[in-house]
């Protein structure tokens, strides 16, 4: 059974840090590529940074530079560092992969910052 469990969401004031994690079981995570998506209240879920499974990564526009997505040796893990956060980074954050043609999305975990 695959199962992808985030953690760490919790509410900050802007201009602080924050460390999302996403345990993955059920699939060989060194083999998969790993997503962080959002989504802010009324808006559509958008890809925030993804981890290849040859630990090439990439980020989109708006967090570049103050993201950054990665990965332990020997922990199925992936995690998102967040910092200077600022209100707009508010959103429920999920991890995603896909294998053998299944998308699989984790609960969410929720990420508020204050002004």
């Known amino acids: 059974q695959v199962q992808l469990v985030e953690s760490g969401g919790g509410l900050v004031q802007a201009g602080g840090s924050l460390r999302l994690s996403c345990a993955v079981s059920?699939?060989?995570?060194?083999?998969?590529?790993m997503d962080w998506y959002r989504q802010a209240p009324g808006k559509q879920r958008e890809l925030v940074a993804r981890?290849?499974?040859?630990?090439?990564?990439n980020y989109a526009d708006s967090v570049k530079g103050r993201f950054t997505v990665f990965s332990v040796n020997g922990k199925n893990t992936v995690y998102l560092h967040m910092n200077s956060l600022k209100p707009e980074d508010t959103a429920v954050y999920y991890c995603?992969?896909?294998?053998?043609?299944?998308?699989?999305w984790g609960q969410g975990t929720q990420v508020t910052v204050s002004t």
């Open positions: 981890l290849s499974h040859g630990g090439g990564t």
């Open positions: 995603n992969t896909e294998y053998l043609f299944n998308s699989y």
């Open positions: 059920g699939i060989p995570f060194s083999i998969v590529a």
